[in-house]
């Protein structure tokens, strides 16, 4: 390990910041990963092979993640051979360096993770490297039968939920690295503990949907499967803006709101977040207009006014059994004075019945498909199959 630390002395410094940054101005690099979408990482190749991958949070409050983190990605079988002085720790020879935070190093491709969410695992499902991944958070609505099997087995095994972590299990996994959620309910400091190297995700944190997606170059870039990760997102972002194409040629654009009541508050998504992204490249028009990146906890009275008479109504939930609209009005009967219920406009997904957070992630062209077939039918085939969003009957 003295040895990859060594490596950074030549390739990284850089301070705390809540963007990505810079590595030293005597760094040289050959060459800057093509980012469509994704705020959330940067990748720099040096011209020893080296990459530099710096993570920070995509959204603009800088009060969520203060911090960023920073990678030297250093492949498994590199001749990179650069001592640090005989009797100096790593951590000395950075401060004689000059060095304030150092990139943590990691030999790539990775065998073996461990993955924390949906979206991660949909990264892996993709790149067909579930080989890889040896541990898993749990399996409540999970549909991949092929991870289901792999637990059943024992070649992946369940950790627990956040905050709840079996260490024990976690270092009979032997992961190399560990992909988290940091900013959510966290309780990783069990974890780090372990030493293991923490890989932060934040492809949920991204405010557009081709940026989510674009999270699997990310991913594989441990898994050395660089040239999988890029053509596949390229895939995906032309079946996307071919769909979005059609919507963008004018025309009257319906409106649409989203959540339910929860606990005496509505849950709604901000107007710079990506399902409102992916309403206006429905070609819808989401009723909230505000600068929230993620989401807020508002009153009945409050989001009433604002969506009364809009057109469309989405939702997403585990509703146990089949969700209709007397089980809409039953959960709070005012939900009935919406437009949107009266007319019979409600789109939406049961999670417990259809595998969203597995695959959405990676098919946001589909998401678009679905909702433009319901805001915009003429403009799909008469026989088109929804994947995800349908309107409740």
């Known amino acids: 390990m003295a040895t990859l630390f060594g490596v950074l002395l030549l390739i990284a410094s850089c301070g705390n910041s809540s963007r990505p940054t810079s590595a030293t101005d005597e760094v040289e690099v050959v060459d800057t990963m093509e980012l469509r979408y994704a705020k959330g990482f940067r990748v720099r190749t040096l011209a020893n092979g080296v990459r530099l991958v710096d993570v920070a949070d995509p959204q603009t409050d800088e009060d969520r993640m203060p911090v960023s983190y920073h990678f030297a990605l250093v492949p498994k079988d590199s001749p990179i051979q650069v001592p640090v002085l005989e009797g100096e720790s790593a951590s000395s020879s950075r401060a004689r360096a000059g060095v304030e935070a150092s990139y943590t190093p990691v030999q790539v491709p990775v065998s073996r993770t461990i993955v924390m969410t949906m979206l991660q695992l949909s990264n892996f499902t993709a790149l067909d490297a579930l080989d890889v991944v040896r541990g898993i958070t749990g399996t409540k ?4 039968k092929d ?13 627990g939920m956040e905050g709840n972590f079996d260490t024990e299990l976690i270092l009979a996994a032997q992961p190399e690295v560990i992909f988290i959620s940091p900013f959510k309910r966290g309780g990783y400091d069990a974890i780090k503990e372990t030493g293991i190297t923490l890989i932060p995700h934040l492809g949920y944190k991204e405010l557009h949907p081709l940026g989510q997606a674009e999270w699997v170059k990310f991913v594989g870039l441990f898994l050395g499967k660089e040239a999988e990760a890029d053509s596949l997102f390229a895939e995906i972002e032309e079946r996307y803006n071919a769909l979005k194409a059609k919507t963008q040629r004018g025309g009257a654009a319906p409106t649409v709101f989203s959540g339910e009541m929860h606990g005496g508050n509505w849950y709604a998504v901000g107007g710079k977040n ?14 909230i207009k505000d600068d929230n990146t993620g989401g807020v906890n508002i009153e009945f009275e409050q989001l009433y006014a604002q969506a009364a008479d809009a057109d469309y109504w989405r939702i997403l939930n585990s509703y146990p059994g089949d969700f209709s609209y007397e089980a809409l009005k039953a959960s709070e009967p005012r939900n009935e004075l919406f437009r949107a219920f009266r007319e019979k406009k409600v789109i939406y997904c049961n999670m417990k019945q259809t595998p969203y957070y597995e695959l959405a992630p990676m098919q946001p062209d589909a998401l678009l498909a679905d909702l ?22």
């Open 141 to 144: 609505n999970l549909f991949n």
């Open 147 to 159: 991870v289901r099997a792999r637990v059943e087995d024992g070649r992946i095994v369940k950790i």
């Open 274 to 287: 990506a399902l409102a992204q992916l309403f206006r490249d429905a070609g819808a028009d989401y009723v």
């Open 372 to 393: 433009i077939a319901i805001f915009h039918p003429e403009l799909m085939p008469k026989d088109y199959e929804p994947t995800f969003y349908r309107l409740l009957k």
